[in-house]
């Protein structure tokens, strides 16, 4: 299995204000750190990489293709089949249980619905959550939950892991740790990953760090605004 | 199909408190209706096979519907009265055999129902325990009876004082239980049976009492009789020894009875019968069948109006519940949200709520079904 190739150019997407943010190719099998201030837009910068977003001006494809130019549909299938997502606030569901959350996106799956449950627990016990396998989210810690959102986001075997401050909540040593469970999976795979991360001691275990001061003043064309919008 | 169960089912076990409400609120609405429509059913079942298992009902002119409730289920009013003249009028006739009723009084809350052995024999019912009522001052409790009041061979009931400001008519007479019947599963099952004596002695017709006259218990001598007062006690009991003292004012053709189940011998014999009771100015002559399709009638009636009631009420829980999915998609957005985020399509985030929503509505409807089950069973136990 490759890694998937990202490409930004000029991408910006609109809220109330327009966000612009930087440009950037990664490409396949490449892990890279993005850093910035707090409000910049790196989560939407992750939620454009993902199709999650489609950008209003510029481009983002995945694997030479523009998202926008594929169907809310086919969006939707790479994003369940191909991607994994760490998101800033986990994103879990209260009502099932660790394992059930982390096998998620493989039930979403028809054909994978029936998959093992062993890889499920092996990444579980790789991140130090397989004792709480049958808990709640609910009756985690903050720390916890993370790695269980990390192992949710690894559990499809994706082609690209997108993670938003993935060791955010976590203690030094734990956030290395899990770190380097998100990199040799990645590293393992040759899947391309890229992390938003505040956690300037880590990146150095990344292929590549950008950041966001780059794009202030980038001047990305302006006025292409025609397709737009959640996905 | 099995992760939406899955994660439905994971959901409402989770949200126990709106999975109660839900499932509760659509069994309140189940409930009822079946419970009203299995009750209707064996109702109209029951009074349908006794009406078919009496050929013809005779008694005094009246309401129709009060000598048939009378004359088959010991039920509803007490019809106008007619008398063993009537009774005696049809034996007369050689068209049919008669059966005397006379069911007024209650005991123990429960119809006391005054009749001859013939009765016990035409509707087949057995002494399950002891014997027959045939002696005054003796009853045979039906089975439910029996049950219900923890009665058996031996004890006592007493009959029920219908007027409690004019004790002169009637008193409360203790009668002891000779017989509990064998279930029948038909009105008799509900009732107190007693010989026609018995019955007119607690109607009031006759009475027993010392007949000592004395200048302590006479109240007024007159030519043709002697008015005691009250202190010559009226028996409340008949035993073997004051059997001789109860007596009866009125000629024997006067006594009252409430109906008279009438068995023709022959259907000619019954076409008959029913034309001299058309030119008759004091009775009439009922076939049962008739009365109660017709009672049906009016009950089949009601229950349309019921069943559109249901019917209402079940379209408005349909709506509700159309609220709720509305309401779930706002209120569980960040649920919903997740879901796309990930990549679930819009068809698998509706069928796994779908789902949700399914089995609480099933669970719902088959706890009501349940429900509605249990309520017709205890309502005719
Ligand atoms: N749903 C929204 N509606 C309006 N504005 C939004 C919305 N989401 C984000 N924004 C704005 O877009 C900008 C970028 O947001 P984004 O979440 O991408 O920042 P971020 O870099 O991830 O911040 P943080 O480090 O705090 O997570 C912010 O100014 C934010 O206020
Ligand atoms: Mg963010």
Known sequence: MNGARIELKGAAYRYDALVRVPDLSLAPGEAVACIGPSGCGKSTLLDLAAGIKVAHDGEVSYDGEPWRALAETDRRRRRLHEIGFVFQEFEL?????????????LMLQPE???AESEPIAALLDAAGVGAFATRRPRHLSHGERQRVAICRALAGTPRLVLADEPTGSLDPDTARRVLDLLLSFVRDRGATMLAVTHDHGLLDRFDRVISFDQVSGSGAPAGNETAGGTA | MKTALLLAWRSLAY???RTLLLVGCVALVVLLPIAVQLLVGAQSRALQARAQATPLVAGAKGSRYDLVLNGLYFRGRTPALTSMAELDAVRATGFAEAIPILARARARGRPLVGTTPDYYRFRGLRAARGTLPLILGDAALGADVARELNAKVGDTIGTDQPNLYDLGLNYTMNLSIVGVFAPTGTADD???????????????????????????TV????????????????HERITPKNLRTFHFHAPP??????????LPHEDKSATKLKGRYRVSKTGQLLVPTGVVAEILGFVFQVKRFFDAHVALV?????????????????????????????????????????????????????LGALGGVVVFLLWMS
Do not use: C, M, Q
């Open chain 2, 190 to 216: 509900n009732a107190v049976f007693v010989d026609l004596k018995t019955a007119w002695i607690v109607d009031g017709v006759g009475h027993g009492h010392d007949p000592k006259a004395t200048d302590d």
């Open chain 2, 219 to 234: 109240l007024k001598r007159e030519p043709d009789r002697i008015v005691f007062n009250e202190k010559v006690r009226k």
């Open chain 1, 112 to 114: 994978r619905a029936d």
């Open chain 2, 15 to 17: 949200y126990k408190v």
């Open chain 1, 93 to 105: 569901l209260d009502h099932l249980t660790v394992k059930e959350n982390v096998a998620l996106p």
């Open chain 2, 253 to 262: 053709a006067e006594l009252p009875l409430t109906s008279i189940l009438v």
């Open chain 2, 314 to 366: 079940g379209a408005a829980t349909a709506l509700f519940l159309v609220l709720i999915a509305l309401l779930t998609v706002r209120v569980r957005r960040r649920e919903i949200e997740a879901l796309r985020r990930l990549g679930a399509s819009r068809f698998a985030i509706a069928r796994i709520f779908g789902t949700e929503l399914a089995l609480a509505v099933s669970a719902g409807a088959i």
